[in-house]
Structures are given as structure tokens and as C-alpha cells.
């Protein structure tokens, strides 16, 4: 899991940045994915000692329900666009979706991964 989240931060880190230099408005808060990524990528090079898997993987996955969280009210503009409305800020509204599935589907890999993990204990503790 730690290459998945070095690889998820990536992913918004360039999402981020593509949608600030694409932007007419430049505005900072088009870099909100390229923050988050960043973090991201830092939780899993953290998450490559195996003393900090844990806790780092643990706080990447909180920042990927913070992702969903943040970028859940763009929904509605991003599946507007992909029915063939206009909205106000298409790009944002592309950037916010994208990020939320990322995040999302980062969120349900690391729900997977805690699960495997407590079963692979669970199964050492009684052998």
C-alpha cells in the first residue's frame, strides 16, 4: 500500500497542477489537489518503514476521507458536465470529480488493506 499512496499522490498532485495552469483564474484553490497529494506522498514514503506503516497509512487514509469530504459538493457541476450542461467553472468542477474519485476509491484500498491486515493478525494470534 505504500506505493499505492505514493502513486494516488501523484495522481492529485498532477490533477492539482494541471487544473491551477489550465485555469483562466489562476486561483489557489485549484492547488487544494496538489496539497493534498503532496501529503499523500509523504504519508507513503513515510508508510515505507515498516515502524511508520502503520500510523502513516492511518493518516493517509484519513486525508483520502477528507479528499471525499471536500470535493463531494463538486458532484453535482462534474455530473452536469457529463450529461451535456453548462456549469459556471467546468474546470473545477471536472478537478473537484476526478479528485473525489481518486480519493475514493484510494479510501475503499485502504479500508481493504486495514481488513486484510486484522485478519492476517487475527489468524497469527490463535495459531
Given at each position: 500500500?505504500?506505493?499505492?499512496?505514493?502513486?494516488?499522490?501523484?495522481?492529485?498532485?498532477?490533477?492539482?497542477?494541471?487544473?491551477?495552469?489550465?485555469?483562466?483564474?489562476?486561483?489557489l484553490t485549484?492547488?487544494?489537489?496538489?496539497?493534498?497529494?503532496?501529503?499523500?506522498?509523504?504519508?507513503?514514503?513515510?508508510?515505507?518503514?515498516?515502524?511508520?506503516?502503520?500510523?502513516?497509512m492511518h493518516?493517509?487514509?484519513?486525508?483520502?476521507?477528507?479528499?471525499?469530504?471536500?470535493?463531494?459538493?463538486?458532484?453535482?457541476?462534474?455530473?452536469?458536465?457529463?450529461?451535456?450542461?453548462?456549469?459556471?467553472?467546468?474546470?473545477?468542477?471536472?478537478?473537484?470529480?476526478?479528485?473525489?474519485?481518486?480519493?475514493?476509491?484510494?479510501l475503499v484500498?485502504?479500508?481493504?488493506?486495514?481488513?486484510?491486515?486484522?485478519?492476517?493478525?487475527?489468524?497469527?494470534?490463535?495459531?
Amino acid at each position: 500500500m505504500p506505493l499505492v499512496t505514493i502513486v494516488t499522490g501523484v495522481l492529485l498532485s498532477v490533477l492539482g497542477l494541471m487544473g491551477y495552469l489550465f485555469s483562466d483564474s489562476r486561483s489557489l484553490t485549484a492547488l487544494i489537489p496538489l496539497a493534498f497529494g503532496s501529503l499523500l506522498e509523504f504519508c507513503g514514503v513515510l508508510a515505507l518503514n515498516p515502524a511508520m506503516k502503520k500510523h502513516a497509512m492511518h493518516g493517509a487514509s484519513v486525508l483520502a476521507l477528507l479528499g471525499v469530504l471536500g470535493s463531494a459538493r463538486g458532484l453535482p457541476g462534474f455530473f452536469a458536465i457529463l450529461s451535456g450542461d453548462q456549469v459556471a467553472r467546468p474546470l473545477g468542477a471536472l478537478v473537484q470529480g476526478a479528485m473525489f474519485a481518486i480519493c475514493l476509491i484510494f479510501l475503499v484500498l485502504c479500508i481493504r488493506s486495514f481488513r486484510a491486515a486484522r485478519k492476517t493478525r487475527q489468524a497469527g494470534a490463535t495459531a
